[in-house]
């Protein structure tokens, strides 16, 4: 029977469909031809295990013997293989192998990709849960200090002559509030977070005018006076709240699927 | 434009709108240092009025007394909305003091 030209890629082994019969070892010659290359290539092509077939089926091939500086190229390579009586060769093919060598590159960059995507992604939605817990921290701050200048504003507008401290310390205590308020506000700013809701004219003017005379002035002047900067304090901390909540709006989960958290 | 640094020019704890509240008042910031200048540079020159040397900060009365008694002392409100502008640490002054204006121009009316 004639020998027949294989031409396969190069790489490890190769599979070549035999019709019948067996392949073995004196019956495949050495490499003869490497793609454009000219030269011989000191190469062999031997079968990985000697088989007899009857029925058509696969037999592997591998290149052994292989140049060093050649090795990990991809190279077209031709063999001859000589089969024995009764066995014709039908084609070669492409083999599984091939394939599984091809996957075994791209594979790997991909699956590379996806999980520098997926850190990105996990990175920037804690970056985003974290901005979110510190501007709440920084409302939570400002609205204490807005507790504490009501607490101020009513002790000094609505105690007797004797438990009243002086005008002179309740603005600067007042003043001290509003300094570091003020910082607050400045910082929540920059978090993107409007905070021209906060009216610290009014604040400020409802709180300390006229505080000097406060014992010359009745009692319901000093009421007065003390209602309406709590009116404005409550507005201003409800706003800066609605703030928040149009910058970092609540997520719900859409299907209540617990019967008892419906109920 | 003139500026007027009340921490240095003043006093650095102003405090209290009438003589009788003590020696750092609205009142006597007002008569003997503000008007003065605003006399003797024309008050169609720009004012500057600096609070933000003054120790934490000065209460409304103070505010209250020093340009609202201006428009009580005869002051057009256009020319000081229009010639003077508060400086502080805090940065509502200036919209304290313009409301200031506002309220004693329509109580003069």
Avoid at chain 1, 142 to 156: A, G, Q
Avoid at chain 2, 40 to 54: G, L, P
Wanted: overall charge neutral; charged content about 25%; aromatic content about 8%.
């Amino acid at each position: 029977m004639p020998a027949e030209q294989i031409n396969f890629l190069f790489t490890n082994s190769q599979q070549v469909h035999i019709d019948q019969g067996s392949v073995e070892t004196p019956s495949i010659l050495p490499i003869q031809k490497v793609g454009n290359l000219r030269s011989q290539i000191n190469t062999e092509v031997i079968p990985i295990e000697q088989k007899s077939l009857k029925t058509p089926d696969l037999v592997n091939l591998k290149v052994v013997n292989i140049k060093s500086d050649l090795s990990d190229q991809n190279l077209d390579v031709s063999t001859q293989v000589n089969p024995v009586k009764n066995t014709s060769i039908q084609h070669c093919m492409n083999t599984p192998n091939q394939l599984y060598n091809d996957l075994s590159v791209v594979i790997p960059i991909v699956g590379l990709t996806l999980v520098i995507i997926g850190w990105r992604v996990i990175y920037k939605n804690a970056k985003k849960i974290a901005t979110r817990a510190e501007t709440k921290s920084l409302v939570d701050d400002i609205v204490k200090i807005f507790n504490e200048l009501e607490s101020l504003t009513v002790h000094f507008w609505l105690s007797g002559r004797q438990n009243r401290r002086d005008a002179d310390e309740f603005i600067l205590l007042i003043s001290a509030k509003i300094q570091t308020l003020t910082s607050r506000i400045k910082f929540l700013k920059k978090r993107n977070i409007d905070t021209s809701c906060i009216n610290l004219a009014a604040l400020h003017e409802y709180m300390t005018l006229n505080c000097e005379d406060v014992d010359r002035r009745t009692n319901e002047q000093n009421r007065e006076q003390l209602q309406l900067f709590l009116e404005e304090s409550n507005r201003n901390v409800n706003d800066l709240y609605s703030e928040y909540q149009k910058r970092y709006s609540p997520s719900f989960t859409r299907f209540k699927f617990n019967k008892k958290y419906k109920e | 434009m003139i500026v007027i640094d009340v921490a240095n020019d003043f006093s650095r704890t102003p405090f209290g709108r009438y003589r009788t509240d003590g020696e750092n008042s609205a009142e006597r910031f007002r008569v003997d240092i503000l008007e003065p200048k605003i006399e003797k540079n024309n008050i169609h020159e720009d004012f500057r009025i600096d609070f933000s040397k003054v120790a934490l900060g000065v209460g409304s009365s103070f505010l209250e007394e020093v340009f609202g008694g201006l428009v009580r002392d005869g002051y057009s409100k256009k020319d000081l909305l229009k010639h003077i502008t508060v400086v502080d640490k805090t940065e509502f002054y200036d919209q304290q003091v313009k409301h200031f204006i506002e309220v004693a121009c329509q109580q003069n009316k």
